[in-house]
């Protein structure tokens, strides 16, 4: 009798796990596959190297990664 009252408490935890493993982690941590704020990308007319569009350097001929790059390009 004992060995079925643990047998059950132990498929009750095991049943519980799984439950908060399907529901996802916590709020605070991101999860997996997706994000939540996908970040907008350039790429530089100069090298090819992607920015994100805030950090992106802009000329009169498009974006570059850095204004080096932009004065090269455009020069």
């Known amino acids: 009798m004992k060995y079925l ?3 059950l408490v132990a498929l009750l935890i095991l049943w519980q796990w799984r439950t908060w493993r399907e529901r ?5 941590t991101p999860s997996r ?3 939540a704020h996908p ?6 007319l100069q090298c090819g190297t992607h920015v994100a569009v805030s950090e992106a350097v802009t000329g ?12 090269r390009h455009e020069a």
């Open 24 to 28: 996802g982690a916590p709020d605070d």
């Open 5 to 7: 009252l643990l047998l």
């Open 60 to 71: 009169r001929l498009g974006s570059y990664c850095s204004a080096g790059h932009r004065q």
């Open 33 to 35: 596959g997706s994000a």
């Open 39 to 44: 970040i907008e990308m350039v790429a530089c």
